[in-house]
């Protein structure tokens, strides 16, 4: 879990490049729209999708996803002498300490966070929609304008994002 830090640095980060803008925002007629951007650290992947009314709006919805593998997770516990099948069964059992980790990182309601278990690793989710916490998560300025088709820019020309 000392990672985690760091995976929550990187979407911070991915929204602290964006910058302040001053682009009016002018409405369109489209459907919603949105982008998904994944990176890995190690064996850990962070995806994060991010949403809109239009490519001219304001992002009005922020998903984060991380996924960690077991065998990731039993070494930075130490546990590399329990076998597979009992720490996954540990790591399901813990399932609200992990979603606590993720809520204290991302200042959430600890509800808000969603946990997955595969064969092999932990998925944890967070769904933003209230995006005036999201300018706290990620100590913008309010002022920022985070209009979708320019963020979308910004992270397309990012090394080591994945866009799709």
């Known amino acids: 879990m000392k990672h ?17 803008s001053n682009n009016a925002t002018v409405p369109s007629v489209s459907k919603t729209v ?3 951007c994944s990176t890995e650290l190690g064996a850990m992947k ?4 991010i949403s809109a009314s239009s490519k001219d709006a304001k992002i009005d919805h922020v998903q984060t996803g991380i996924e960690m593998p077991f065998s990731v997770i039993k070494e930075l516990a130490g546990m590399t002498d329990v076998s597979d099948e009992e720490f996954k069964a540990t790591a399901q059992q813990d399932a609200e300490i992990y979603k ?3 809520a204290s990182e991302f200042d959430v309601d600890v509800e808000s966070v969603e946990a997955e278990f595969t064969e092999d690793s ?4 967070v769904d933003i929609d209230d995006m005036d916490q999201f300018y706290e998560i990620a100590d913008l300025p309010e002022d920022t304008e985070l209009i979708f088709k320019d ?8 090394e080591g994002l994945t866009c799709e």
């Open 46 to 49: 962070m995806k994060f999708t």
């Open 4 to 20: 985690l830090k760091t995976i929550s640095a990187l979407l911070i980060g991915a929204a602290l490049f964006v910058g302040c």
């Open 151 to 158: 963020v979308v820019e910004k992270l397309e020309a990012q």
């Open 100 to 102: 606590q980790s993720v």
């Open 34 to 36: 949105s982008k998904s």
């Open 122 to 125: 932990i998925k944890l989710s």
